[in-house]
């Protein structure tokens, strides 16, 4: 794979593993605050694609000729975060799929030093290229995806990317709360 195709992959696996976080959960598990500040399984995911599309429409100059709402000037703050009663799951994952698509033709048509300008960005920082750009948004999934899991452990204990995943030390549920258990231990001794 050259350099391209590499960015592209690791977007492509993480941008699979952040919609995989929703699978198998009720409306009120994939929308419920877990968080102090109200991060949520479905917001994440609404942002994630809110974002794709802002980076690789609007700053190569190939806007989506979506209209996201959430993003208006008189929307409230952090609109793109959360998904209101009337937002379905299936728009919120529809429009997940479409900023893919958006974002891989625009990865697809581009060579990675192609310039493009982030108008809401500082000013001694708006000019960048694909190539930055698709380190950013690599960059940014990885950090919602960390995100993601640990709110799905929190919700049901599933952990890690997919279930079986060979990153996990494979326990048992009574050795994940030995595990637990022991490092609960060692934090109060400290």
């Known amino acids: 794979m050259d350099e391209k195709e590499t960015l592209h992959h690791y977007l492509r696996v993480r941008r699979d593993n952040l919609l995989g976080k929703l699978d198998g959960l009720s409306e009120y598990d ?4 877990l968080t102090p500040t109200g991060t949520n399984l479905l917001g994440l995911v609404k942002h994630a694609a809110s974002t794709e599309l802002g980076y690789f429409g609007e700053v190569f100059g190939r806007p989506s000729g979506r209209h996201l709402p959430w993003l ?4 409230s703050p952090d609109a ?3 998904v209101p009663a009337d937002e ?3 728009n919120i994952v529809e429009l997940h799929h479409f900023a893919a698509a958006h974002s891989d033709t625009t990865v697809k048509a581009l060579p990675l030093d192609s ?4 108008p809401w960005w500082p000013e001694e920082r708006r000019q960048v290229t694909l190539h ?6 690599v960059a940014e999934r990885a950090h919602h ?3 993601a899991d640990i709110l799905r452990e929190l919700i049901d204990g599933s952990a890690g990317q997919r ?5 996990l030390t494979p326990r048992s549920p009574e050795e994940w709360s030995a595990h637990r258990a022991a490092i609960e231990a060692a934090a109060r001794q400290a």
């Open 163 to 167: 279930p079986g995943d060979p990153n």
């Open 132 to 137: 930055q750009i698709l380190v950013h948004m």
């Open 88 to 90: 379905s799951r299936d």
């Open 30 to 33: 994939v929308r419920r605050p």
């Open 145 to 147: 995806l960390g995100h």
């Open 115 to 118: 310039p493009g300008l982030v």
């Open 72 to 75: 208006d000037e008189d929307a």
């Open 80 to 82: 793109d975060l959360w």
